[in-house]
T-cell receptor, first 114, second 113 residues
């Protein structure tokens, strides 16, 4: 059974802290994605990666960075957390280099920044 | 700019009836569109993909249409069941961000027994 796992389901951090969100997939997929999901808004793409050590900015990269040192692992880093980064963060993976391939999602991390 | 619209109001349907959800897009023409289901507290799950040259696609009780003239996709669930209650997201191909998907906010579907 294909699986995308995320390091935490719930996380509470203080303003200014550095936050690491980890995502691991076991499907040998080339593509990995980080989204945030807020009420009333669609999923918004933060960063994605086509391959190890490759990264591309999505629609809302400001305040975030990513790391992909291994094919199966994609990390999202909040350099200095702010209250407007309180959100649900979803990681996904897909095979191939086309967005026509289906995406497999992790369960999400609900991050609260106080 | 590209815009995706799904009905933000919840859709209440009686069990056994057909549920129809709408996804409208403006200012561009995607080559394909995906539909996902999302349950509370979970990540979305892929349901169907339809391409611009396919007018209709079916999978069991699900049917998706893609009208490139109206710039609209319709998602139908026939013989609906309470277990179909969830939020349904449409995600057309985008033309920005290296052609990654653009996601609608989703429509919450409630099937009443």
């Amino acid at each position: 059974d294909v699986k995308v796992t995320q390091s935490s389901r719930y996380l509470v951090k203080r303003t200014g802290e550095k936050v690491f969100l980890e995502c691991v997939q076991d499907m040998d997929h080339e593509n990995m994605f980080w989204y945030r999901q807020d009420p009333g808004l669609g999923l918004r793409l933060i960063y994605f990666s086509y391959d190890v050590k490759m990264k591309e900015k999505g629609d809302i990269p400001e305040g975030y960075s990513v790391s992909r040192e291994k094919k199966e692992r994609f990390s999202l880093i909040l350099e200095s957390a702010s209250t407007n980064q309180t959100s649900m963060y979803l990681c996904a993976s897909s095979r191939g280099h086309s967005s026509s391939y289906e995406q497999y999602f992790g369960p999400g991390t609900r991050l609260t920044v106080t | 700019s590209q815009k995706i619209e799904q009905n933000s109001e919840a859709l209440n349907i009686q069990e056994g009836k057909t549920a129809t959800l709408t996804c409208n897009y403006t200012n561009y023409s995607p080559a394909y569109l995906q539909w996902y289901r999302q349950d509370p507290g979970r990540g979305p799950v892929f349901l169907l993909l339809i391409r611009e040259n396919e007018k209709e696609k079916r999978k069991e009780r699900l049917k998706v249409t893609f009208d490139t003239t109206l710039k609209q996709s319709l998602f139908h669930i026939t013989a609906s069941q309470p277990a179909d209650s969830a939020t349904y997201l449409c995600a057309p191909e985008g033309w920005d961000s290296n052609y990654q998907l653009i996601w609608g906010a989703g429509t919450k579907l409630i099937i009443k027994p």
